[in-house]
């Protein structure tokens, strides 16, 4: 079964530009989330989707993120225009429904690294 | 969100038992008690949860306090690959915010052959 996907897995992008990371969660799950580290930082939760909703977006740290997941499938973080203190790792997560032993589980991909020049 | 403290780092040997530790002392009712780690230039992977009762999985198993202000995370024999930084999170099961993971700085493990 294919994990949690990321796509690009390394980005480098000029300061004032836009960038849209991609997220395939594992096919049937209804959570999506996504989580950052920037430098020097802990991991921090950003939002979560359960389908196509948002479900809890208290992370997003300001207007020039735009998290997106339509259909309720793959999702989409979009930084217009990013700036330096954007550099860091973007995690996505996926998980089942919440209850029972499964859904306690949050599995991440493997990141999608973004280098603001 | 309530708070964990863990140690910044421990070491190991190989094939030796490991016991991280971790404190939560103002732990809800409804605050579940999960372990993720974090090998090099991979994204965070579930070790195991509890809520009151002692677990065991294939990677590990977790023992809780009685009073559940304090759980430690054993891993039975040590390999190089559990080489990684161990995170304990508290979960919180209900409300809007049951996806939210909060993570520390986590306990650095080193395993040395």
């Known amino acids: 079964e294919a994990g949690v996907t990321q796509f690009p897995s390394h980005s480098v992008i000029e300061k004032g530009q836009t960038v849209t990371l991609r997220c395939d969660p594992i096919?049937?799950?209804?959570?999506l989330y996504w989580y950052r580290r920037v430098m020097g930082k802990e991991i921090k939760f950003l939002l979560h989707?359960?389908?196509?909703?948002?479900?809890?977006e208290s992370g997003m740290p300001n207007n020039r993120f735009l998290a997106e997941r339509t259909g309720g499938t793959y999702s989409t973080l979009k930084v217009q225009p990013a700036e330096l203190e954007d550099s860091g790792v973007y995690f996505c997560?996926?998980?089942?429904?919440?209850?029972?032993?499964?859904?306690?589980?949050?599995?991440f991909g493997e990141g999608s690294w973004l280098t603001v020049v | 969100d309530a708070k964990t403290t863990q140690p910044n780092s421990m070491e190991s040997n190989e094939e030796e038992p490991v016991h991280l530790p971790c404190n939560h002392s103002?732990?809800?009712?409804?605050?579940?008690i999960h372990w993720y780690r974090q090998l090099p230039s991979q994204g965070p992977e579930y070790v195991i949860h509890?809520?009151?009762s002692n677990v065991n999985n294939r990677m590990a198993s977790l023992a809780i306090a009685e009073d559940r202000k304090s759980s430690t995370l054993i891993l039975h024999r040590a390999t190089l690959r559990d080489a990684a930084v161990y995170y304990c999170?508290?979960?919180?099961?209900?409300?809007?915010?049951?996806?939210?993971?909060?993570f520390g700085q986590g306990t650095i493990l080193t395993v040395h052959p």
């Open positions: 997560a996926s998980s089942q429904v919440w209850g029972g032993a499964s859904g306690n589980t949050i599995y």
């Open positions: 096919s049937g799950h209804d959570n």
């Open positions: 989707f359960v389908k196509e909703s948002k479900q809890d």
């Open positions: 103002t732990i809800s009712g409804t605050d579940y």
């Open positions: 509890g809520l009151t």
């Open positions: 999170i508290l979960r919180h099961a209900g409300g809007t915010s049951y996806g939210k993971l909060t």
